[in-house]
């Protein structure tokens, strides 16, 4: 079925386990993403950002089929836009039928993120789609960003953020970074501070950049709050991964091979992160509160 986050995230919260989000950019990834939940019994986010739209999720083509697929789906499954960058964005995927919109003005200043993400909240919660924020600032491994404490997320700021903009989600900084980190590298992330956060906020609670943050890490985290984990570039280098490895096995594999053997890499991939934050087994949610579009 299709929801939107907000129930599909308080049910996390309220039970203890986090909801996986992947960046998905083709059918074949989104089918992976949202078999996996249902072989799991378990809550999905299947989530693209503007840029991996115009690259490869052309969304005029890929929504309404991730649309069917959802709704067709034996579990919750929400369609998010990750990173929106602003609200012309925003509005094109509302009327495209995302289910979630996070508006990311986490880059620009403290009043400048409350205008905009209320904005956004205003739009969205009249047509029943819910809304991610982000407060600090979750930047590039590549740069070490994640090791910046200035980015992370001051817990009297966020407060006022939520209140201002009643925003349904939001991703905080605690510590990781999105993308590749170098080898042999596992951030440390500021587990008292977000403690602090999940106490004075009591809300739905977003990782971004949860590749290669380690099993412990993660674990940790959502024990610690977090209600959605971010996963791009591990989900991307599985499925590149198995291509590779299928031409490697046989070189005269076809694009048909390649394409199915990274599609189930994907799905075995995200049934065994699905178990690592608890979500499985997790199906049967009470969505009277506005969670179900349908
Ligand atoms: P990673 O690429 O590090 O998994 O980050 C994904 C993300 O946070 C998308 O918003």
């Not at 599609?263 to 991939?269: H, I, L, M, S, T």
């Amino acid at each position: 079925m299709l929801v939107n986050m907000k129930e599909m995230l308080r049910s996390a919260g309220r039970d203890g386990y986090a909801v996986m989000a992947v960046n998905s950019v083709n059918m074949e990834m989104a089918r992976a993403v949202i078999e996996a939940a249902e072989e799991e019994h378990s809550p999905i986010i299947v989530q693209m950002t503007r840029i991996q739209m115009k690259a490869l999720a052309h969304p005029e083509d890929l929504v309404p089929m991730v649309l069917t697929m959802a709704r067709r789906a034996s579990v919750p499954v929400c369609l998010n836009l990750d990173h929106g960058p602003d609200y012309a964005t925003v509005v094109d995927t509302l009327r495209m039928g995302f289910t979630n919109v996070m508006i990311d003005a986490s880059a620009l200043p403290f009043e400048e993120n409350v205008r905009r993400t209320r904005i956004v909240v205003d739009t969205a919660h009249a047509m029943g789609v819910s809304v991610e924020a982000e407060l600090g600032h979750v930047g590039q491994a590549a740069s070490g960003d994640g090791k910046t404490e200035d980015f992370y997320t001051n817990v009297e700021q966020a407060v006022e953020f939520v209140r201002r903009t009643e925003v349904d989600a939001l991703a905080v900084a605690v510590g990781t970074a999105h993308g590749k980190y170098p080898s042999n590298y596992v951030p440390k992330l500021d587990f008292r501070r977000l403690a602090e956060l999940r106490d004075a906020l009591q809300m739905p609670l977003v990782l971004h950049g949860g590749s290669g943050s380690g099993e412990e890490n993660i674990k940790k985290a959502v024990a610690g709050g977090i209600c959605k984990i971010n996963v791009k570039t591990d989900a991307f280098a599985v499925a590149a991964n198995a291509m590779k490895e299928k031409w490697a096995e046989d070189p005269e594999a076809d694009y048909m091979e390649i394409m199915v053997a990274a599609e189930a890499a994907v799905k075995r991939f995200v049934k065994e992160y699905i178990r690592m934050i608890g979500s499985n087994d997790r199906y049967t949610f009470d969505y009277a509160d506005n969670g179900s579009r349908e």
